[in-house]
Structure formats: C-alpha cells, structure tokens
C-alpha cells in the first residue's frame, strides 16, 4: 500500500527555519515535489526534485528553500530557511511511482502546516 506520511511543522517566528520530511512507503521515490496551499488560496507549487536530483524551485522561495531526497530512508525533504509570513501554508510533499508499462502515479501526502508569526 503506497503512504506518504509529512512531518516537521509547526509554529515558528519570521526569519526561523524548519524542515518538512515526507517518508514514502510502497514504492522506492524517484521524482518528488512540495506544495503549499494558503489560507483561502490555490495549492501552489514550491520545489520539486527529479528522479536524477535536478532541483528547481519557485521564485518565492528561490536562496531560501532546499529540496533533497535519501533513497537509503525513502524520504524526500524540504528545509525551509529564513521563513516569512507568507510562508504560512499547509505544506504538501507529492511523488510520482513509476509503473512498468503504465504512465507515473501521483501519490500525495496528508499535509503539515507551517505558520510564521511575525
């Protein structure tokens, strides 16, 4: 059965750091990604890693975000550094299950939120 279990939000003041985990069972991870969906807002995407671990980030969080991934634990990271306000979101980890002869699987997790007081 494939799970994607987040970890490691919570509350912390502007200018902190966290660093979300996303442990993946039922499949080995490959490419993965972070999204974050605000208070009355869309899901908007934040980072994404792929199979290879090419990086690439959304302007918002460009310097101050990094996404990485350990095969050995099969957990997929986003360290969040120099936090704002409008970093204030439930964060979401996303990975994609290959599948023999049949199109990438989208698996999602259950969602952390993250606030930044100011």
């Known amino acids: 059965q494939v799970q994607l279990v987040e970890s490691g939000g919570g509350l912390v003041q502007a200018g902190g750091s966290l660093r979300l985990s996303c442990t993946v069972s039922g499949f080995s991870i490959g490419a993965m990604g972070w999204y974050r969906q605000g208070p009355g807002g869309q899901r908007e995407w934040v980072a994404s890693?792929?199979?290879?671990?090419?990086?690439n980030y959304a302007d918002s969080v460009k310097g101050r975000f990094d996404i990485s991934k350990d095969h050995a634990k099969n957990t997929g990271y986003l360290q969040m550094n120099s936090l704002k306000p409008e970093d204030t979101a439930v964060y979401y980890c996303?990975?994609?299950?290959?599948?023999?002869?049949?199109?990438?699987?989208?698996?999602w997790g259950q969602g952390t939120q993250v606030t930044v007081s100011s």
């Open positions: 890693i792929t199979s290879g671990g090419a990086t």
């Open positions: 996303n990975a994609l299950q290959p599948r023999l002869g049949r199109p990438l699987k989208e698996h």
